[in-house]
C-alpha cells in the first residue's frame, strides 16, 4: 500500500490504536495530522511518526466532539498541506457504569465521537 501524497487525519492519534495507526500510515508514506486531546502524548507520537516517515506530523490538540474543533483541525489540515484524502476517526470516549445505572445522555455522550466529525 502506498500512501504516498496522500494527507490524513487521524483522531485520538495520542495514543493506542491511532497511534498506531499513525505510526504505520507514517511509514507507508502518509502526511499526516494527529489529533487529541493531549499535548504531551501527541508529540511523543509525532516524534515516533516522524522518525518512522518522511515528514513531520501537523498536531492539532482537539476534541471531537467539540464542532469548533473540528472545523479548525480541518482548516489547519488544507490551510497546511492545501487538501484532505483520508479521515481516520479513531477518537473515542469511555462511559463507566453498568447498563443498569447509565443515564440515556450518558450513552448519547459516548457516541457523539462517532458523530461529530462528520458535520
Sequence with gaps: MDFKGKVVI?????????????KYLAELGASLVLTGRNIENLQKVGQECEAAGKGKPLLVVADVCSE??????VGETVKKFGKLDVLVNNAGKGVMGSI????LSQW????NPLKEPVH
Design 10 to 22: 487521524i483522531t485520538g492519534a495520542s495514543s493506542g490504536i491511532g497511534a498506531a495507526t499513525a
Design 68 to 73: 469548533d474543533d473540528n472545523v479548525r483541525v
Design 100 to 103: 443498569e445505572t447509565t443515564s
Design 108 to 111: 448519547a455522550k459516548k457516541g
